[in-house]
């Protein structure tokens, strides 16, 4: 018997969807496991910066910055190119109906527009005077990692305003981790 006849177009997208979402758990997990992000809507409407404010501590990687920053964005560029893969199959399936064929083309144009923010956010932070810079970008959350020798409470506020300008994301949706 034919493996398409035993799985049916249906079900390989459903197994690719459901693959690409354990990929993005995964992430999230590993990305907010560590919880030291910087708390950047405190200063952000405030026209005096003190500095009894802690705005977390660095993230420890165990590999070099580089490799750091290289190894991500292989993983984000792989979990990406599976969900723009997957929805392309799902757009090629004739058996959809207008409404299907609908939902799968907004959520093509989201990724799209969340890859265009990624790479944006991640130009101007550099554009800053940050070495390094990976943006994660989703529906609820935007998770930023710079490459400093030690980010203050200014730059926080800085990149905070850029990813605020350019995705709309709440400022309490919005995490800065530092990789030394």
Excluded: H, W
């Excluded at 035993?6 to 999230?28: C, F, M, P, T």
């Excluded at 799209?112 to 790479?119: A, G, T």
Aim: charged share 30%; hydrophobic share 40%.
């Amino acid at each position: 018997m034919k493996l398409n006849m035993i799985l049916g177009k249906k079900q390989i997208i459903l197994a690719s969807l459901v693959l690409v979402l354990g990929v993005a758990i995964y992430l999230n997990y590993t990305f907010s496991e560590s919880g030291n992000g910087y708390d950047i809507t405190a200063s952000a409407n405030s026209e005096t910066t003190t500095d009894d404010r802690t705005y977390g501590e660095a993230q420890l990687t165990s590999a070099a910055p580089d490799e750091y920053f290289t190894a991500a964005r292989v993983e984000r560029k792989k979990a990406r190119d599976e969900s723009v893969e997957t929805l392309a199959t799902t757009l090629k399936d004739g058996n959809l109906s207008d409404e299907e064929k609908e939902v799968a083309t907004n959520k093509a144009l989201e990724v799209s527009k969340q890859i265009e923010s990624e790479n944006k956010i991640e130009t101007l932070v550099k554009a800053k005077g940050f070495q390094e810079c990976l943006a994660f970008v989703d529906d609820e959350n935007v998770k930023v990692v710079v490459q400093t020798e030690g980010l203050n409470a200014e730059q926080a506020a800085q990149i905070k305003n850029i990813i605020v300008e350019e995705t709309n994301m709440p400022a309490e949706n919005i995490v800065v981790d530092e990789v030394k």
